[in-house]
């Protein structure tokens, strides 16, 4: 099963941030996918926002493995935000091998958004990676992995060809001529013997990540968004104002 292991924050030390990764754990992490990377011949890993730990913490440890990545920037943010990436870093990336690709301009729940914001979330954010780095755009990962039959006509409207959800258990298919794929979101509690036995198809860490994924489901159901995010944030130690990671 190939299917990118997915990473937000690389911190030098632990945090309370559940989707923060130690830059000792993610050597362990990075060691694993290098591996699928080279047995597979596919990208293994992907980060989403444009943190600036992405480009100060984790591309010396992804150059010292020969591993890349694909990252999903949320373009507003980048040189806007305190402790996100400039334009200037993100082109190092590009250069060094990375693959950037759209998170939407402002990181909103894409299925809450009016038709005309919508529209905007989706071009202006690919117009200016485009324009920026002098690429072509084709990806995005879904913000809070909310996604529907609207937003996935309005992707292909905007000329993208694949959706990347925050479900590693996701059936691969094609909406409205658009490839539609799963990830598997890396928090801070897996280690790299859970991740190991995750990407080599192990059937106990799959029943484990399948209870954790179908309560949040279920959670994220009864509550609603918006009460899911912000029991998210309470308990996950989310410290910026960004909708959920999924």
Not at 82 to 99: I, S
Not at 106 to 119: A, G, Q, R, W, Y
Request: aromatic content about 8%.
């Amino acid at each position: 099963m190939i299917l990118l292991a997915t990473y937000h924050e690389i911190t030098e030390n632990d945090s309370r941030y559940v989707y923060s990764i130690s830059t000792s754990r993610f050597v362990e992490h990075t060691q694993v996918l290098a591996h699928l990377s080279v047995t597979t011949g596919s990208t293994a890993l992907s980060f989403d926002d444009g943190h600036i730990s992405n480009y100060e913490l984790a591309l010396p440890i992804l150059e010292t493995h020969n591993c890349r990545a694909i990252h999903f920037l949320s373009a507003s943010w980048i040189g806007r935000r305190d402790n996100f990436m400039d334009w200037n870093q993100v082109r190092e990336l590009h250069k060094a091998g990375h693959e950037m690709q759209s998170h939407s301009w402002s990181h909103p729940f894409l299925t809450e958004c009016k038709d005309e914001d919508l529209e905007l979330e989706l071009t202006r954010s690919k117009e200016v990676i485009e324009d920026r780095l002098g690429v072509e755009v084709t990806a995005i990962s879904m913000p809070g992995g909310r996604w529907d039959r609207r937003v996935v006509r309005a992707c292909a409207m905007a000329g993208y060809q694949r959706i990347y959800l925050s479900d590693p258990f996701f059936r691969p298919r094609i909406v409205d001529n658009v490839e539609i794929l799963g990830r598997l979101m890396v928090s801070r509690s897996m280690s790299a013997h859970a991740l190991h036995r995750w990407v080599s198809g192990n059937n106990r860490q799959f029943g484990i990540e399948w209870m954790r994924r179908r309560s949040k489901d279920l959670a994220r159901n009864v509550l609603g968004n918006s009460m899911y995010h912000l029991l998210w944030r309470t308990l996950g130690g989310a410290e910026r104002s960004l909708q959920g990671r999924g």
